[in-house]
């Protein structure tokens, strides 16, 4: 995947939400708010970040560089969504 829009990555994103949720017995939102917070709102747990780090990677067949975000807005459905969008958009 060359560029992607941050609407993009974050259908990518309900969509992988909404899998874990359903294999996990849970429910989903079904829509992600910009400022819903993955990991503080349980949809997430730190493992499952670094799952989701790998399912974006994989999704977009490049390497992302997370590190260069801000921790507090990796798990933040809208800061991560735009990242994302912008890193890959900037190779």
């Known amino acids: 995947m060359n560029a992607a829009s941050s609407e993009q990555i974050r259908t990518f994103l309900q969509q992988y939400i909404l899998e874990k949720s359903l294999a996990g017995g849970k429910n989903a939102p079904s829509e992600l708010a910009d400022d819903c917070d993955l990991l503080l709102s349980g949809m997430i747990d730190s493992l499952g970040l670094l799952d989701l780090m790998t399912a974006i990677q994989e999704h ?15 798990t933040v459905v809208g800061p991560l969504c735009r990242y994302v969008s912008e890193q890959l958009a900037s190779r």
């Open 60 to 74: 977009c067949k490049r390497e992302i560089d997370f590190e260069a975000l801000d921790p507090e807005q990796l």
